[in-house]
């Protein structure tokens, strides 16, 4: 079994360019259009996050559960992970932008809108931070320590490094489920400030874990290529495929019932939020979105057979991180900016994020044995089949 994993020297190349065409899209887009660009920034920042914090739910869920299947690649989510610092640092440069995004930060609102000054104890730029900063305090805190108890178990056969990391799994699925769900309706609920959902927090905190699951797939179909996780099989893919096709399921349901009851409700302040994404010029990006992460990989995924295959997991995997992107682009765009815009500005910083997080978690690969060496269900995964 490979030990650690050695990235490319052209790979970095290609990261930091990646970055370089994210810093000429940032500065294109301060120039021409200054709400524009903090809206993507925005939704970059929370794109990425999203990937990280769904990567280690997944992970942390594979200690609670017990699960043997999947000790050989536990690596992967733990690297994805590896973001949330960085995520947390461009979540804070953030504060320069609050008015581009967010109507109840504009000076003087309060006084005309009587609704913003209704919540104003609650959306106030001051507040705001302050919930910000406990919420990374809280994910960095619970990351860290995953991260500590998995590297200790490499140097030491002890079981209790084990109980320890299954231990911190536990708080950290507390920490996401709760703090997450809080953190979604602070960054992108409050955005529309006049409409509110009660699913939309725990909506947003539970699909993480499905497009965290997609980020691992990629990236071990990835490092197979290369030649590295040889040990993975069929039965891997199999079970892998079997966590896309599940939370396509979540992704479908909870979708519908935020939907159908605010839209069958039809009270204005709610129904407000749906109107120009539904009936307005957003109205392709809606459906878009429903397809390419639900019915697609729910219609694709239902085979077992269809759903173990390498290039479909590849395929899946690809299509929902474009889903993602259009998912949060929706959620984002028509309260932040208004018109629908697609440019250089949108695919040039996504480019440099995604070059800025490649870089980050191959670096925290290339810090780490691949494989867990003293995991307890090591063997049972190296044997894993169905």
Known sequence: METSYTPKKTMNLIFAGMMLIGIVAVIAGFMSDTQRTWANILLNNYYFITLSMGALL????????????????????????????????????????LPQVYEWAHEGITETDKLIAHKEPFLNVPFFMIRL??????????????????????????????????????????????????????????IDSHWYSTMFGFRNM????????????LLLLFLRSQGYFKEVK?????????????????????????????????????????????????????YAELFINFAIPFVVMMSDEVGKKPRVLLGISILLLIGLWLNIYLQIMPGAYGPMKFGFVELGMWIGYAGLF?????????????????????????????
Not at 63 to 91: D, E, H, K
Not at 206 to 217: C, E, L, N, Q, T
Not at 271 to 276: A, K, L, M
Not at 358 to 386: C, D, Q, T, W
């Open 58 to 97: 997944f992970y942390s869920i594979q200690y609670i559960t017990n699960s043997g299947w999947s000790a050989v690649i536990q690596r992967i989510p733990q690297a994805l992970g590896g973001f949330l610092p960085v995520g947390a640092l461009l979540m804070l440069l953030m504060y320069l932008g």
């Open 133 to 190: 900063i406990i919420y990374f305090i809280l994910f960095l805190g619970a990351g860290y320590m995953l991260r500590r108890y998995a590297l200790l178990q490499d140097k030491n056969s002890d079981l209790k490094y084990h109980e320890r990391s299954r231990y911190f799994a536990q708080v950290y699925i507390f920490v996401g489920a709760i703090f997450f769900s809080f953190a979604s309706k602070d960054w992108l609920m409050t």
């Open 206 to 217: 539970i699909i993480s874990m499905y497009y965290g699951s997609a980020a691992v797939i």
């Open 234 to 286: 069929d039965a891997h893919f199999h079970d892998l495929g079997r966590y896309i096709f599940r939370f396509s399921i979540v992704w479908g349901y909870l979708w519908f019932m935020q939907f159908l009851i605010i839209w069958y409700a039809n009270i204005p302040e709610l129904t407000v939020y749906y109107e120009p994404r539904f009936l307005g010029e957003w109205q392709l990006v809606f």
């Open 358 to 386: 490649l870089g980050v978690v191959f670096f925290a690969l290339g810090n780490v044995a691949l494989i867990p060496k003293n995991h307890p269900y090591l063997e049972e995964s190296l044997h894993h089949h169905v």
